[in-house]
């Protein structure tokens, strides 16, 4: 098993940045692609971002348009989304994905994911 746990969420004005959090433990953290979706309310989960294993692969939503950088730490057990120039329709739920697969990702079926972590912004 592995656990994911989310932080950094909160409230911000549009124009904003934030830095979510995702801390991992149990499994080998290193053996795991990994990413980040989000759901709005009243919308679909959709994929934002996904390192691979070594962070030597990396893909983007087209609506992140360089707003957004994704990266992790393997010896910390971490990852990490730094979010810039934030606009309310970035509010959503922000959720860690874990997966032994850069597509499983990518694809939105890991293996395991956090509880979230909530961002809103306001105009």
């Known amino acids: 098993q592995m656990q994911l746990v989310e932080s950094g969420g909160g409230s911000v004005q549009a124009g904003g940045s934030l830095t979510l959090s995702c801390a991992a433990s149990?499994?080998?953290?290193?053996?795991?692609?990994m990413g980040w979706f989000r759901q709005a309310p009243g919308k679909a989960r959709e994929f934002v971002a996904a390192?691979?294993?070594?962070?030597?692969?990396?893909l983007y939503a087209d609506f992140v348009k360089g707003r957004f950088t994704i990266s992790r730490d393997n010896a910390e057990k971490m990852m990490y989304l730094q979010m810039n120039t934030l606009g309310p329709f970035d509010t959503a739920d922000y959720y860690c994905?874990?997966?032994?697969?850069?597509?499983?990702?990518?694809?939105?079926?890991?293996?395991?994911w956090g509880l979230g972590t909530q961002v809103t912004v306001s105009s």
């Open positions: 994905y874990a997966a032994s697969s850069f597509t499983g990702v990518v694809s939105g079926t890991p293996e395991y």
């Open positions: 390192i691979s294993w070594d962070g030597g692969r990396i």
């Open positions: 149990g499994r080998t953290f290193s053996n795991y692609a």
